[in-house]
């Protein structure tokens, strides 16, 4: 390739990065697979698969993989396991699995076996997100990655499952369970890391197309289209729309989706591609359940189907809980590319600038009181509330609460990789991003039905006196993020490797909070109040690895490291408000992992015992004297444990595997809920929220040009509701079956195929995940006492997907 050819590539991709800073079908599939084998002894890259812990590969280590990788098929379990090479724990499902999987589900539900993941969902379309988390570390303790490009929440570190992406977009997800590669941009990972990675555009024209119905009437359209080779460049844009009733309370669920990527490929050491993720959605959310309300309700209850006009006492409480109050509106969109160069026989230059945009928020019901008064008081306003046409003084009316959040966050990934030699590499590189995010809790009219006068808050307000919307808070906060990055691998013989890794992380979060903006009258606790914030955290964050090749099946490994999590913006400005810097220290963890995997050709298994020291986890409190909520920290916990997971080919056609974790969260030291709620003696309990025992297995039947099938089985043992460990919810198991046929092509109809998906088997009823884990659930003296609140497992569900791809 001509030198300034490289360049205008090179210098495509950085200016993208500074304008970003300033403001399947089975042919599909066996062309994806063709592609992994053939990458997988080469340096991975980060818009083609998820795992990228070899990226920093010594040239010893590529050809000894590309023995290995001709030798073996990489498809272990089904899918659901892979071959590792990395100095800690990792773990990937390949198409192989997602393919089987239902058509509309999302991450979470995909990770569901991998060793040391609890993940649970409200809804197995995939469309009302999903709750996980990794050997006691929850969602928000974790870094995330699409196709390279960060998508945890630049303020609270949350991932909204539904967001992203279609599963026959998805080409593998790995997770690494407790020590994040120091390269990656994670600012909020003091637990693991999951990455997912879009599949490659095929060198074939063509559409692919699948239909899914299912019971609460599920409907699924999915079209891609792929456009082949176009000169140098091959792309797929691709549509979904997903459509489901809740299957408990009233209301239903929308979500649209549109992806796509393309690569150029300059020549074969040079690349550009480029993804989008696009996202809108409007759907009504589940209520999660005390104990005592499913004891009192059953099953089935959720937000209220029914409103009832006027203001008694009766309608009020039935109104705060009305169904088409509690919404979640949403829209996004991801942007990246990823730029691939070789700028010599031992320099390589990697670059993902990204640029990803949301909106939206969740809806509930609040009170307002009427009143003619001309004191801007929150909660009361002149004007009818409650449907009657009249404005009475100290008349009451349900109003829409909603919390909005808009975000605009640029960034860019940019990385050197460079051989010294056959046996050592160096990788080095930096992060930066700027992002910029608004969030409100406004309230709105609602209509003589319980409408909102605007589901996206946008008008239709409360209004005081003085014209001003009536709002909770009014938050902005703009977060500036710098990484450098070390990462050095050495290899002296076909046996060793050794990882040593060093990253600075630096955050900045600058920005304000006003509590009830315009308030001027009525209680103290509810006047507006402001403060600012500009406050930054940093930390070097080490890691090292030793990895001992024993022979072509077994290796041995260890590997440590450091991890790192700046406080939320919340939790910053809340308790800067509060007057509770003091408490904004950062999350932080040391992660080791110790382990054995062995691949052989029948049986292949990966064993590891983990321990984690973690720090300063932040969790709300209450000042009493001010009135404000504000952030504590439990100040210490430490995690121990075992995972394995295992494949063994039990005939040509049968497989089978397994996976198991084992996780003991315990708490050092009291936590101090704040002057309102007390200090609680939680020494040696149990972290909420976390499974002691979580195992799986499927047994699998595939023979490769037809017909197969996948019966699967989960366990999960009981959860502490709270941090006191004096609430808990029992174990259970379901059951899941998967299975299809694909059928001979026939005329300008390509491998049509039938899917069916069945979850929940032996139709289980259980409380799967806490949803709101609190201090203390049952009341001990003083202390305050609050109920935790879950999740409810869905009861047997079914899918039917047809799907072909077209000429």
């Known amino acids: ?40 002894a080469q340096r991975s890259n980060a818009s083609s698969t998820s795992n990228t812990t070899t990226s920093n590969d010594t040239k010893r280590v590529q050809q000894l993989n590309t023995v290995t990788v001709q030798a073996d098929s990489l498809s272990l379990g089904g899918g659901l396991m892979s071959v590792q090479t990395a100095a800690k724990s990792v773990s990937t499902i390949t198409r192989d699995a997602i393919e089987k999987a239902s058509p509309g589900a999302n991450f979470t539900q995909m ?10 969902t409200d809804d197995v379309t995939g469309l009302a997100n999903g709750h996980y988390s990794i050997r006691g570390f929850d969602s928000s303790d974790i870094g995330m990655t699409v196709n390279g490009a960060p998508i945890t929440d630049t303020g609270s570190y949350s991932v909204y499952a539904t967001e992203y992406g279609d599963s026959e977009n998805m080409g593998d997800i790995t997770v ?31 559409v692919d197309f699948t239909q899914t119905l299912g019971n609460n009437d599920y409907r699924r359209t999915f079209i891609r289209l792929n456009t082949g080779d176009l000169g140098p460049v091959r792309s797929w844009l691709s549509y979904s729309n997903n459509t489901a009733d809740k299957w408990r309370g009233e209301g239903d669920m929308t979500v649209t989706k549109v992806d796509g990527k393309s690569i150029w490929t300059i020549n074969d050491d040079n690349s550009i591609s480029a993804s989008l993720q696009y996202n809108r959605e409007n759907n009504i959310n589940y209520r999660s359940l005390t104990k005592a309300q499913l004891a009192q309700n059953g099953y089935n209850y959720d937000y209220l189907p029914t409103w009832m006009p006027g203001s008694s006492t009766a309608a009020i409480n039935n109104n705060t809980y009305f169904y088409r109050l ?20 031992s320099l390589r230059l990697s670059v993902v600038p990204y640029f990803w945009y ?47 959040a808009t975000t605009y966050r640029p960034g860019v990934i940019a990385k050197f990789n460079q051989d010294f030699g056959l046996d050592n590499s160096l990788e080095y590189g930096v992060w930066y991003e700027r992002s910029r995010k608004s969030q409100e809790n406004v309230l709105g009219a609602v209509d003589s039905q319980g409408n909102p006068g605007d589901v996206w808050a946008n008008s239709n307000f409360i209004y005081y ?18 990484k450098g990055f070390v990462t050095d691998n050495w290899t002296p013989n076909d046996q060793w490797t050794f990882t040593a890794g060093l990253s600075y992380l630096w955050e900045n979060r600058s920005g304000f909070v006003w509590e009830y903006p315009g308030s001027t009258a009525g209680s103290a606790t509810k006047l507006q109040n402001y403060s600012d914030l500009d406050k930054g955290w940093n930390k070097f964050l080490p890691a090292a690895g030793i990895k001992f090749q024993l022979d072509e099946r077994n290796q041995f490994f260890i590997g440590t490291g450091k991890t790192f999590r700046a406080p939320t913006n919340t939790v910053a400005l809340l308790n800067t408000l509060d007057n509770q ?59 121990d444990g075992f995972s394995g997971e295992a494949s063994y080919k039990l005939a040509q056609y049968w497989t089978a595997y397994a996976s198991y974790t084992y996780t003991k969260a315990d708490i050092v030291g009291s936590i101090d809920g704040g002057s309102g709620d007390g200090i609680y003696p939680t020494d040696g309990k149990t972290m909420p929220d976390t499974a002691k025992h979580i195992g799986n297995l499927s047994i699998g039947y595939d023979d490769g040009s037809h017909l197969w099938a996948t019966l699967s089985a989960r366990v999960t043992s009981s959860l502490y509701g709270d941090y006191m460990n004096t609430e808990r919810v029992g174990g259970f198991t379901t059951f899941n079956l998967s299975a299809g046929y694909k059928f001979d092509s026939w005329s300008w109809l390509k491998n049509p195929y039938i899917k069916l998906n069945v979850s929940n088997l032996t139709d289980r009823k259980a409380l799967s995940y806490v949803s709101s884990a609190q201090f203390l659930a049952t009341p001990a003296g003083s202390l305050y006492t609050s109920s935790p609140t879950y999740g409810l497992l869905q009861p047997r569900a079914y899918m039917v997907t047809f799907g072909t791809s077209l000429f």
Not at 186 to 206: L, N, V
Not at 374 to 385: I, S, T
Not at 471 to 477: G, L, W
């Open 581 to 639: 810097e003091q408490a904004n220290a950062p999350e932080t963890a040391w992660n080791t992992d110790l382990g054995y995997r062995f691949y052989g050709d029948v049986l292949s298994a990966s064993l590891d015992v983990y321990h984690s020291n973690y720090n300063n986890k932040q969790e709300s409190a209450y000042d009493q004297a001010t009135g404000y909520t504000y952030y504590t920290s439990v100040h210490r916990m430490h995690m």
């Open 1 to 40: 390739m001509k030198r300034n050819h490289l360049s205008m590539a090179i210098a495509v991709v950085f200016c993208m990065a500074a304008g970003s800073a300033a403001a399947q079908d089975a042919t599909a599939q066996a062309n994806q697979s063709t592609t992994n084998k053939e990458t997988a």
């Open 358 to 404: 949301g909106n939206g928020g969740g809806g509930a019901g609040s009170t307002v009181t009427e009143s003619t008064s001309p004191l801007n008081r929150f909660g009361y306003a002149n004007q009818d509330v409650n449907g009657d046409g009249v404005v009475t003084n100290n008349s009451r009316g349900v109003v829409y609460s909603y919390s909005a």
């Open 326 to 345: 509690r919404t979640n509106p949403f829209s996004s969109y991801l942007f990246s590319l990823d730029g691939e160069f070789k700028l010599a026989d």
């Open 465 to 482: 006196p003085s014209g001003l919307p009536q709002k909770t808070y009014d938050e902005y906060t703009t977060t500036e993020i710098k």
């Open 176 to 206: 690494l369970q407790g020590i994040p590669d120091v390269d990656m941009p994670d600012s909020g990972a003091s637990g693991g890391h999951i990455g997912w990675a879009t599949i490659d555009p095929t060198h074939q024209a063509g």
């Open 111 to 120: 990770i569901a076996t991998i060793p040391g993941v609890n993940a649970a």
